[in-house]
C-alpha cells in the first residue's frame, strides 16, 4: 500500500515548524545520501547477512552454541569491512542451554503425534516419560491448594485454554495507526510494578516448585498463539535458579484436544521426551561494539544497534536477524564513504530477550548508574533494568560521549519513519532527514515513544536514543515462534531501511552540534 493520499494529512498533523537554525544547524548532506543509496541498492549485502544468521548459525538463545558462534563471525565480518575497535564487551548473565531434540506423542486414548518445544532452560527428562496428564490451570498460589495430592506421577497441564492469539496477516502500517503516532502521550508512571513482578518473575518459580514437592514427572503449557505454531520462553538462567522439571510448550490445538479428552473422561496420556543441554563454561553474555572512527576525536561518537541474541523455537530471522542485518549493512555501506567527523559506533546486543540486559548493561558501563533499592527484589542479572524506576541516577564519566543511538528491533519491515520519544527538538531534525526518502514511504515523525527495544533505557536517563517506525508485514506471526525463519524475511524494505539508517547516522556524525537531549529525569511526583 503505498499510502499516497495520506501525505498531506500526514504532513500537516505531524510536522513541527522547521526552524532555520535547526535546519542548519542539523543540514542534510544530498550527495552523500545519493552516494548512501546508489551503494545500499546496487551492491547490497543484507540478505547475505541475514540469510547466514538465520540459515547457518539459526537460534541464536544468550550464551547458547549459536550465541557464541554468532558473536564470532559478526566481529570477522566488521574486521573484514575495516571497522576499527572491534571487540566484544561482556556483563553477567548465567547459564547456556540448547535443545538437541524433542518427542511429545500422545499414546492414550490413540497414538498422535504432538507439536510441542521444550521450555527454554528446563532440564531434560533423561529418557522417555510416559504417563497420564491431568489438567490443573493454576494462576495464583491460591490454586495449589486445589491440587495438593492430585499430581504425583502426572504430566501437568498449567495453563488454561483462553486468551489465545490469533496472529494478523501480513500488513502495513494503516491510515489509522499513523493518525495515531501523531498524538502526543504524556508519560505514563506505572504503579502496579510489584504485581507485574509477582506475576512474570515469582510465581513462575514457585509453581515448578510445587510441582516438584508434588511428584508431578513433568509439566506442559499451552502456547500463546494459534496456527499450529511454538515459542517455547523460560527465563531461569542464572546460576542457582535452575528449573526443576523437564517443561514443554504444546501447540494451541493440540492442547485443547488434550483437555477436551480428559473433560471427556478418556484419561489422556502422553509420551514425552526432551534431549537438552547446558553450558557453564562461560556466565557472562557479550555485546559486539565495532567502530568507524571519526575525524574528530573530541565530538561524540553516534550509535546504530539491534539485539544479536533470539528466542529459541526458530533461527531467529526476524527477531532480530534482520535487525541485526540491517545494522550491519549500514556499516559495511558507511565504510565505503569518505570519513565523518564524529565516530560512528555500531553496537549487537546481547540478552534483550530476558530482559534488555546488554544494552542496559551497556548504559550502567558507559553512561550512568541506577542506585539499587535497599532491598533488591530479584537476582544477581540486569541489575540495571530490575531497578529502572530507582533514584538518584548516577553518572558515569562517557555520560556526554554518546550524541545519538538509533535501533531496530520490528522485524524486516521498511522504515516508515521514527519515534521521537516527546523529545521535541528532534521533530523538525528528523523531518528534515526524513524528507528525501518520502519517495521510499518514510515520512512520519512520531512524538510519543514505543516501549521494549534496546533504546529504552537511554530514554530511561533523557539520553537521545531512538528506534525507527517499521511496516510490521508478518512479524506479528513470526515473533518468537517456529514461524520465524528467511523465507519471510523482505529483501526490498530490508535495503530501504539499511540506507535510510546509514543516512541518519552519516547526517548525526556530521551534524554541527551533538544531538539535543532532554532534562535529566528526575523522581516523579505522582
Do not use: C
Request: hydrophobic share 40%.
Amino acid at each position: 500500500m503505498k499510502n499516497r493520499s495520506l501525505r498531506p494529512t500526514l504532513l500537516a498533523s505531524l510536522a513541527l515548524t522547521l526552524a532555520p537554525a535547526a535546519a542548519r544547524s542539523q543540514a542534510v548532506d544530498l550527495e552523500m545520501t545519493d552516494r548512501i543509496v546508489d551503494e545500499g541498492q546496487r551492491r547490497s549485502e543484507v540478505m547475505n547477512i541475514a540469510r547466514y544468521l538465520s540459515d547457518e548459525i539459526g537460534s541464536r538463545l544468550t550464551n547458547s552454541p549459536g550465541a557464541r558462534k554468532a558473536e564470532a563471525w559478526t566481529q570477522e565480518q566488521f574486521r573484514a569491512w575495516h571497522l576499527s575497535n572491534v571487540h566484544k564487551e561482556g556483563f553477567l548473565f548465567g547459564r547456556g542451554w540448547w535443545a538437541e531434540r524433542v518427542s511429545v506423542r500422545m499414546t492414550a486414548p490413540r497414538p498422535l503425534a504432538l507439536t510441542a518445544i521444550p521450555i527454554s532452560w528446563t532440564p531434560s527428562t533423561n529418557g522417555v516419560i510416559t504417563a497420564p496428564i491431568v489438567f490443573a490451570p493454576m494462576a495464583t498460589k491460591a490454586d495449589f491448594a486445589q491440587w495438593r495430592g492430585k499430581l504425583a506421577g502426572k504430566v501437568v497441564l498449567i495453563s488454561g485454554t483462553d486468551d489465545i492469539q490469533t496472529p494478523p496477516a501480513a500488513s502495513r502500517i494503516s491510515a489509522d495507526e499513523f493518525a495515531r503516532l501523531a498524538v502526543y502521550e504524556p508519560p505514563k508512571f506505572s504503579s502496579d510494578a510489584a504485581a507485574r513482578l509477582e506475576k512474570s518473575y515469582f510465581f513462575p518459580r514457585q509453581m515448578e516448585e510445587f510441582l516438584k514437592v508434588e511428584g508431578a514427572l513433568a509439566y506442559a503449557r499451552i502456547t500463546k498463539r494459534d496456527g499450529k505454531l511454538v515459542m517455547g520462553d523460560g527465563y531461569r538462567f542464572a546460576a542457582g535458579d535452575e528449573s526443576p522439571l523437564p517443561g514443554v510448550e504444546i501447540a494451541v490445538e493440540d492442547y485443547r484436544r488434550l483437555v477436551r479428552l480428559a473433560d471427556a473422561g478418556r484419561a489422556p496420556s502422553l509420551s514425552i521426551e526432551t534431549v537438552v543441554h547446558y553450558d557453564d563454561s562461560d556466565p557472562q553474555a557479550y555485546n559486539i561494539l565495532a567502530d568507524i572512527p571519526g575525524s574528530d576525536p573530541k565530538a561524540a561518537y553516534v550509535m546504530a544497534g539491534a539485539h544479536l541474541d533470539s528466542p529459541a523455537a526458530a533461527d531467529g530471522a526476524a527477531d532480530n536477524g534482520a535487525g541485526v542485518a540491517m545494522v550491519m549493512e549500514a556499516a559495511r555501506i558507511l565504510s565505503r564513504m569518505p570519513r565523518p567527523r564524529r565516530t560512528i559506533r555500531f553496537a549487537l546486543w546481547g540478552a534483550e530477550e530476558q530482559g534488555m540486559i546488554g544494552s542496559s548493561a551497556y548504559v550502567e558501563q558507559h553512561f550512568a548508574r541506577r542506585v539499587p533499592p535497599a532491598e533488591p527484589k530479584v537476582g544477581a542479572n540486569g541489575t540495571f533494568w530490575l531497578h529502572a524506576s530507582s533514584w538518584p541516577i548516577e553518572k558515569r564519566p562517557g555520560w556526554d560521549e554518546m550524541s545519538v543511538y538509533f535501533n531496530l528491533d520490528n522485524g524486516s519491515g521498511k522504515i516508515r519513519g521514527v519515534y521521537a520519544y516527546r523529545n521535541l527538538a528532534a521533530v523538525p531534525i528528523f523531518r528534515a532527514w526524513l524528507a528525501p526518502f518520502e519517495a521510499m514511504g518514510a515520512n512520519t515523525v512520531a512524538a510519543s515513544d514505543n516501549t521494549g527495544p534496546d533504546n529504552e533505557y537511554m530514554q530511561l536517563l533523557g539520553i537521545p536514543g531512538f528506534q525507527f517506525i517499521q511496516d510490521w508485514n508478518d512479524y506479528g506471526r513470526q515473533h518468537h515462534t517456529s514461524m520465524d525463519t528467511f523465507d519471510h524475511l523482505d529483501a526490498e524494505d530490508m535495503r530501504q531501511a539499511s540506507v535510510i539508517l546509514a543516512s541518519f547516522l552519516w547526517n548525526a556524525a556530521n551534524a554541527d552540534k551533538p544531538f539535543p537531549r532532554r532534562p535529566l529525569p528526575t523522581e516523579p511526583k505522582h
